[in-house]
C-alpha cells in the first residue's frame, strides 16, 4: 500500500499542494474526530497520542507537506481544546509548555521517519520494476527465439499435417508473447493486462498467420478490463485453440469468418465467445482432439465453464469464468 501516492494519482485534475492540503484536512479531521470520541470516555487522556496514526497515514500516502499539516493541525486542536485551559492557548501549569513543544516536534519528527520510509520503499519498487521489466524482455526475447525456429520448421516441413501442428504450436508460442508485450500496460508494475490490446492484437497475428492464407478473417471486439497476467495467458491460449480449430476444421473449402468477444459482466465475472459460420462439428473427431482437449483443460485451470453449439451455421463456444 505504500506505493499509492496520492498527489500523483491526483495531477491529472488537481495541483500537488492541493492534493497534499486536501488529503491533510481529512486526515485531521478523522483524528480529531477519534479525539472527540476518546474524550466522551476518557477526557484528556493522551492529548497528542491519537495524532500519530493520522500523521503517518497522511505521510505515506501524500507526502511530507501533508503529514507536517496534519501534525500542526491535529496538535493545535489537542492544545487548544483538550488541555487545560480548554478552549484557549493558555496553560494551568507553566511545564505544560515544554510539553507541548516537545509532542509537536515528535510528531514532525514522525513525519522525516515516515517520509524517509515512504522513500525507501518507492526506490526499491522501482528497482523491483526495472529487474522484472528487464527479465520479462529476455523471456519474450526467449519467445521471439523459438517463434522463428517454429516458423523455420513450418517451411521446411514435409507434409501438410505436420505444418499444421507447427502452426499451432507456433500460435501457442505468440499467445504468450503478446501477454508479455501488454504486461507493463503503465508505469506501476500491477501484473495485469489490458485485454482489449492483448485479444486484439493476438486476433491480428491469428489473422495473419492462420487466415490471410484460407481467406478467413478474424475478427475481435473486446472491452477495456484489465486481468491479471496468469488469467489473461489462458484466455489467450484458449483464443488461440479455439480460432485454430475453427481455421483447420470448419472451412472446408476455405472463405469465412471467425469473431472474439470478451466482455466483464455486472457481477464481476468474464465472459469469452469465440464464434465461426463454418460448416459447424460433424462427423470428424473434434471434440476429442489435442485442441479440445486443450480447451477443457485451460477452461478449469482459469476457473471457467465452457458451452459448445454447433450447427450447419457454424460452432459457438460460450465461456464464463468466475471474478
Known amino acids: 500500500m505504500t506505493h499509492i501516492d496520492l498527489p500523483q494519482k491526483a495531477e491529472g485534475f488537481l495541483p500537488v499542494v492541493a492534493t497534499q492540503i486536501l488529503f491533510a484536512v481529512v486526515c485531521s479531521t478523522v483524528s480529531i474526530g477519534l479525539r472527540f470520541f476518546a474524550d466522551l470516555f476518557m477526557p484528556g487522556a493522551g492529548p497528542f497520542a491519537l495524532t500519530i496514526p493520522a500523521v503517518l497515514v497522511a ?27 480548554a478552549g484557549s492557548f493558555q496553560f494551568v501549569a507553566p511545564s505544560d509548555g515544554p510539553r507541548v513543544v516537545v509532542n509537536m516536534l515528535s510528531g514532525y519528527f514522525v513525519v522525516a521517519l515516515a ?5 525507501a520503499v518507492r526506490n526499491a519498487l522501482a528497482d523491483r520494476d526495472a529487474l522484472l521489466l528487464e527479465l520479462q524482455h529476455r523471456v519474450k526475447n526467449n519467445f521471439a527465439s523459438i517463434a522463428s525456429v517454429l516458423r523455420l520448421q513450418i517451411s521446411s516441413a514435409p507434409g501438410e499435417d505436420a505444418k499444421q501442428e507447427l502452426t499451432a504450436a507456433l500460435g501457442r508460442v505468440e499467445s504468450f508473447t503478446h501477454a508479455y508485450e501488454f ?5 506501476d508494475y500491477s501484473g495485469a493486462v489490458e485485454m482489449k490490446f492483448y485479444l486484439e492484437g493476438l486476433c491480428h497475428a491469428l489473422d495473419q498467420s492462420l487466415g490471410s492464407a484460407r481467406g478467413i478473417a478474424v475478427h475481435c471486439d473486446a472491452r477495456h478490463v484489465d486481468m491479471p497476467r ?10 488461440n485453440e479455439v480460432v485454430n480449430n475453427s481455421v483447420k476444421h470448419a472451412f472446408k ?7 472474439v468477444r470478451f466482455w466483464q459482466d455486472e457481477d464481476g465475472g468474464y ?21 479440445m482437449r486443450l480447451i477443457r483443460g485451460l477452461t478449469a485451470q482459469a476457473s471457467g465453464t465452457v458451452e459448445t453449439e454447433s450447427g450447419e451455421t457454424g460452432t459457438r463456444h460460450a465461456f464464463a469464468f468466475l471474478p
Open 230 to 239: 496468469d488469467r489473461a495467458i489462458l484466455i489467450g491460449l484458449l483464443v
Open 253 to 259: 473449402e476455405g472463405g469465412g469468418e471467425v469473431r
Open 115 to 119: 517520509e524517509l520510509f515512504r522513500r
Open 59 to 85: 505521510t505515506l500516502f501524500g507526502r511530507w507537506l501533508c503529514g507536517a499539516l496534519t501534525a500542526t493541525i491535529s496538535s493545535l486542536y489537542a492544545w487548544y481544546f483538550v488541555l487545560p485551559i
Open 271 to 291: 465472459r469469452l465467445l469465440v464464434s465461426d459460420d463454418g460448416t459447424g462439428i460433424n462427423g470428424e473427431a473434434r471434440p476429442g482432439s489435442l485442441g
Open 183 to 187: 504486461l507493463y500496460h503503465d508505469a
